[in-house]
C-alpha cells in the first residue's frame, strides 16, 4: 500500500494506537483524518502535525 497517496479516517485518532497510527500516515507523506471524543487532544495534534 502506498500510504503517500493515502487519506485515512482514524476513529480514536487523538491518543493510543490511533495516535501513532496517524503520526505514521502523516510522516510517510499521507493525510488521516481524526476522529475523537476529546477533541481537545485531536486538535493538539493536527496542530503538532499541520
Known amino acids: ?3 503517500q497517496e493515502s487519506i485515512a479516517l482514524v476513529t480514536g485518532g487523538a491518543s ?5 497510527t496517524v503520526r505514521n500516515i502523516v510522516k510517510n ?4 483524518a481524526i476522529l475523537d471524543l476529546s477533541e481537545e487532544r485531536g486538535t493538539s ?3 503538532e502535525l499541520g
Not at 493510543?16 to 501513532?20: D, K, V
Not at 507523506?29 to 488521516?32: I, M, Q, R
Request: glycine residues 26%; without cysteine; neutral net charge.
Open 16 to 20: 493510543g494506537l490511533g495516535e501513532a
Open 29 to 32: 507523506g499521507g493525510k488521516a
Open 45 to 47: 495534534l493536527v496542530e
Open 1 to 3: 500500500m502506498r500510504i
